[in-house]
């Protein structure tokens, strides 16, 4: 009986595995045969056909009808002839198989991934207003560049993208605004929509802004000036974009839930048709080889064409190894922080010590007198140092001010804890991770985002009296200094995985609490026409690529050359792999400056490194005149470890800095 009570289990178990093969292989055979979106790239025509080149679609269509006999018209999603040679269809992984045996096809990609968002003050912060700012030295704002910005759309009637006073659009200008005449202008002189890979019907979606993140952004990049801008009356003052005088053009290929690989790859062949001289992609997503890349291959492209790619680096730090859009050809703009708090809350402490943090919640009948201070995680779980739901004791907590960590829970939650337990007010104190960063939330009691150094020094002061004390004042605006040029810790770090030896991010702009238009919201019971945002991609419109913005650039003159290993790439940054013991680095340089100018090198490197730069001087004679030289770093002792330095040439006006990292250990980068 034992016998045949096995033999049908195990009877039993082996159908379970046919069942189950069976199953996983029809489950396997549907998805072969599911429509999903590809991006096909092909062999150029043969010395750039002009019939191919301007019959794409219906060369395209037509290479689409060799792989299956219905209308190839309803599959073809787009067709791409300027910033790469194909198209982008909806196939079957057998039909995309079968279209790769094609002669002209060279590569299909998969096109599953969708992308994220990455998301007043500010030009006096970046010294652009003032006597020596550097919209006086230009003198011209930005006025005659072409700004593309491809993401969610605008917003196109605010008082940022009026076009009152501004000039005609260049004559390269080729481009055209699908809004209603009364919202086109010379600010706003193109707007298009490309969402057909994500529709299930072929239907135009305007370039209406649903989201508020590309009118934040275009605002922030070329927005008009607006006097008396604020967000329910705070920050008032005259707001104005990077570049005030610079023409916007907008390319929506993102809705709130996605945004598309050849959605974005349409918007970017656009904008390089269209005429823009800039193009700001605030967008990341997961690494991919560059060439499965549509933002590494278009860039690529459009960068070659004398077109300037700025990107986001992303929002996912402050880990390392999480960077998007890390291409050397692109630029890589990482989120700092500016010197201006919107919504300050100090805490005073009863020894006197003062520390500052934000909350934007501040209630008018708010007495700052001195309140007995608790603190749970000292003399409880984690939990109750957190003030999870449920986790505070009400006979500890009644009428004082309480401390939570940050983590386990929502910020607001914590809030709500400590007030269903009797508490008058909070303190959030953030964990390591979180940094400097604080949040103003809008919380349901009198309460203080900090900084988790400060949070140490609050629990020290806790920890050294029998009777801790603390008070909270809210002072609405202030500046602070100390806060500004720090990273956010939100803003994704490098190094990066595909370039181990090219720095990544490039550089780093204002991110963190930006101020700038947003289509209609009710804030507060008001309708506001601004709000304040944190993300790279407010970064991505500030700081050094202001210049690029404002003052016109050549065309980039790509010259063929031999490959080179990644630390010999001609980078203004410089990494250099020192794990067996010496290097070479080379970098090409053009003088853009005064005709005749000299520069002396001054190098700085770690203790155990010897760096040499020969020559140590140039001189030059004309402008785009270009000098070779060469750095020689040497280990000579020390602890292996990797190490920070820089190297400046300084003329008499001049300095120009480029960062170095020393990768000293045995082991990569990425």
Same mark, same amino acid.
Request: proline residues 6%; contains cysteine; positive net charge.
């Given at each position: 009986?034992?016998?045949?009570?096995?033999?049908?289990?195990?009877?039993?178990?082996?159908?379970?595995?046919?069942?189950?093969?069976?199953?996983?292989?029809?489950?396997?055979?549907? $998805?072969?045969?599911? &429509?999903?979106?590809?991006?096909?790239? &092909?062999?150029?025509?043969?010395?750039?056909?002009?019939?191919?080149?301007?019959?794409?679609?219906?060369?395209?269509?037509?290479?689409?009808?060799?792989?299956?006999?219905?209308?190839?018209?309803?599959?073809?999603?787009?067709?791409?002839?300027?910033?790469?040679?194909?198209?982008?269809?909806?196939?079957?992984?057998?039909?995309?198989?079968?279209?790769?045996?094609?002669?002209?096809?060279?590569?299909?990609?998969?096109?599953?991934? %969708?992308?994220?968002?990455?998301?007043?003050?500010?030009?006096?912060?970046?010294? &652009? %207003?003032?006597?020596?700012?550097?919209?006086?030295?230009?003198?011209?704002?930005?006025?005659? =560049?072409?700004? !593309?910005?491809? $993401?969610?759309?605008?917003?196109?009637?605010?008082?940022?993208?009026?076009?009152?006073?501004?000039?005609?659009?260049?004559?390269?200008?080729?481009?055209?605004?699908?809004?209603?005449?009364?919202?086109?202008?010379?600010?706003?002189?193109?707007?298009?929509?490309?969402?057909?890979?994500?529709?299930?019907? @072929?239907?135009?979606?305007?370039?209406? $802004?649903?989201?508020?993140?590309?009118?934040?952004?275009?605002?922030?990049?070329?927005?008009?000036? *607006?006097?008396?801008?604020?967000?329910?009356?705070?920050? =008032?003052?005259?707001?104005?974009?990077?570049?005030?005088?610079?023409?916007?053009?907008?390319?929506?290929?993102?809705?709130?839930? %996605?945004?598309?690989?050849?959605?974005?790859?349409?918007?970017?062949?656009?904008?390089?048709?269209?005429?823009?001289?800039?193009?700001?992609?605030?967008? !990341?997503?997961?690494?991919?080889?560059?060439?499965?890349?549509?933002?590494?291959?278009?860039?690529?492209?459009?960068?070659?064409?004398?077109?300037?790619?700025?990107?986001?680096?992303?929002?996912?730090?402050?880990?390392?190894?999480?960077?998007?859009?890390?291409?050397?050809?692109?630029?890589?703009?990482?989120?700092?922080?500016?010197?201006?708090?919107?919504?300050?809350?100090?805490?005073?402490?009863?020894?006197?010590?003062?520390?500052?943090?934000? #909350?934007?919640?501040?209630?008018? #009948?708010? *007495?700052?007198?001195?309140?007995?201070?608790?603190?749970?995680?000292?003399?409880?779980?984690?939990?109750?140092?957190?003030?999870?739901?449920?986790?505070? $004791?009400?006979? @500890?907590?009644?009428?004082?001010?309480?401390?939570?960590?940050?983590?386990?829970?929502?910020?607001?939650?914590?809030?709500?804890?400590?007030?269903?337990?009797?508490?008058?007010?909070?303190?959030?104190?953030?964990?390591?991770?979180?940094?400097?960063?604080?949040?103003?939330?809008?919380?349901?009691?009198?309460?203080?985002?900090?900084?988790?150094?400060?949070?140490?020094?609050?629990?020290?002061?806790?920890?050294?009296?029998?009777?801790?004390?603390?008070?909270?004042?809210?002072?609405?605006?202030?500046?602070?200094?100390?806060?500004?040029?720090?990273?956010?810790?939100?803003?994704?770090?490098?190094?990066?995985?595909?370039?181990?030896?090219?720095?990544?991010?490039?550089?780093?702009?204002?991110?963190?609490?930006?101020?700038?238009?947003?289509?209609?919201?009710?804030?507060?019971?008001?309708?506001?026409?601004?709000?304040?945002?944190?993300?790279? #991609?407010?970064?991505?419109?500030?700081?050094?690529?202001?210049?690029?913005?404002?003052?016109?650039?050549?065309?980039?003159?790509?010259?063929?050359?031999?490959?080179?290993?990644?630390?010999?790439?001609?980078?203004?940054?410089?990494?250099?792999?020192?794990?067996?013991?010496?290097?070479?680095?080379?970098?090409?340089?053009?003088?853009? !400056?005064?005709?005749?100018?000299?520069?002396?090198?001054?190098?700085?490197?770690?203790?155990?490194?010897?760096? +040499?730069?020969?020559?140590? +001087?140039?001189?030059?004679?004309?402008?785009?005149?270009?000098?070779?030289?060469?750095?020689?770093?040497?280990?000579?002792?020390?602890?292996?470890?990797?190490?920070?330095?820089?190297?400046?040439?300084?003329?008499?006006?001049?300095?120009? %800095? #480029?960062?170095?990292?020393?990768?000293?250990?045995?082991?990569?980068?990425?």
């Amino acid at each position: 009986m034992g016998f045949k009570r096995a033999s049908l289990l195990q009877y039993l178990c082996i159908l379970i595995i046919i069942y189950s093969f069976n199953f996983s292989a029809v489950a396997a055979n549907d $998805d072969r045969n599911k &429509l999903q979106n590809y991006i096909v790239f &092909l062999r150029p025509a043969t010395d750039n056909n002009t019939f191919v080149l301007e019959n794409a679609e219906k060369w395209h269509n037509s290479l689409l009808s060799t792989v299956f006999k219905n209308s190839s018209a309803s599959r073809l999603i787009y067709s791409y002839n300027t910033v790469v040679n194909g198209f982008a269809a909806r196939l079957t992984e057998v039909e995309a198989q079968e279209l790769l045996k094609h002669p002209w096809c060279v590569r299909i990609i998969l096109a599953n991934n %969708r992308y994220k968002l990455t998301t007043t003050q500010t030009p006096k912060f970046l010294k &652009l %207003r003032g006597y020596n700012g550097l919209w006086r030295r230009t003198k011209n704002m930005g006025e005659g =560049m072409i700004i !593309g910005i491809i $993401d969610t759309g605008i917003w196109p009637d605010h008082p940022s993208f009026s076009g009152k006073g501004m000039p005609n659009p260049p004559s390269k200008w080729k481009g055209h605004c699908d809004f209603k005449a009364k919202f086109c202008n010379n600010k706003l002189i193109g707007a298009k929509s490309f969402l057909r890979a994500g529709a299930e019907e @072929q239907k135009h979606i305007p370039p209406f $802004d649903t989201v508020g993140h590309g009118t934040h952004t275009a605002s922030t990049a070329a927005g008009a000036f *607006v006097k008396n801008a604020s967000v329910s009356g705070n920050a =008032m003052g005259l707001a104005s974009g990077m570049a005030p005088r610079a023409h916007i053009a907008v390319y929506r290929v993102c809705t709130e839930e %996605r945004c598309e690989e050849p959605d974005i790859l349409r918007a970017i062949e656009e904008a390089v048709k269209d005429g823009c001289d800039v193009l700001s992609i605030s967008l !990341g997503d997961a690494l991919k080889p560059f060439y499965n890349d549509p933002i590494s291959i278009a860039g690529f492209t459009a960068s070659h064409m004398g077109v300037f790619v700025s990107t986001s680096a992303g929002n996912d730090g402050p880990l390392p190894y999480t960077l998007s859009n890390d291409a050397p050809w692109l630029l890589t703009v990482a989120a700092s922080t500016i010197s201006r708090r919107f919504f300050d809350s100090t805490i005073k402490l009863g020894n006197g010590l003062q520390l500052d943090g934000e #909350s934007k919640y501040q209630p008018n #009948s708010w *007495v700052p007198k001195m309140f007995p201070l608790v603190y749970l995680g000292k003399v409880s779980n984690i939990k109750s140092g957190q003030c999870l739901n449920g986790t505070l $004791d009400q006979k @500890q907590v009644n009428g004082k001010i309480v401390i939570c960590d940050r983590g386990g829970s929502t910020r607001l939650g914590k809030g709500l804890e400590v007030r269903n337990a009797g508490g008058v007010g909070m303190i959030l104190v953030n964990s390591k991770k979180d940094g400097y960063d604080t949040i103003p939330d809008k919380h349901v009691l009198p309460a203080s985002n900090i900084n988790y150094f400060d949070g140490e020094k609050l629990k020290k002061y806790i920890r050294s009296t029998k009777d801790p004390v603390a008070t909270l004042v809210f002072k609405g605006v202030v500046m602070d200094n100390m806060r500004s040029h720090s990273i956010a810790n939100f803003s994704s770090r490098g190094p990066s995985r595909r370039n181990a030896f090219i720095l990544k991010p490039d550089i780093a702009g204002p991110g963190v609490n930006i101020l700038a238009a947003v289509p209609p919201t009710k804030v507060e019971g008001e309708i506001s026409h601004f709000a304040i945002k944190s993300g790279t #991609s407010m970064a991505c419109y500030s700081d050094d690529k202001i210049e690029v913005i404002i003052q016109p650039l050549p065309p980039v003159k790509c010259a063929k050359t031999k490959a080179v290993p990644q630390e010999q790439l001609n980078y203004p940054s410089i990494v250099v792999p020192l794990s067996t013991g010496n290097a070479v680095i080379y970098r090409t340089v053009t003088n853009v !400056g005064d005709e005749k100018d000299s520069y002396k090198a001054k190098i700085k490197v770690p203790k155990g490194v010897s760096a +040499t730069v020969i020559p140590d +001087t140039l001189n030059f004679t004309r402008v785009y005149e270009k000098k070779t030289f060469k750095i020689v770093f040497k280990w000579v002792g020390g602890s292996k470890a990797n190490g920070f330095g820089d190297l400046k040439w300084i003329s008499k006006r001049h300095v120009v %800095r #480029s960062p170095i990292v020393l990768q000293l250990a045995a082991q990569t980068l990425a």
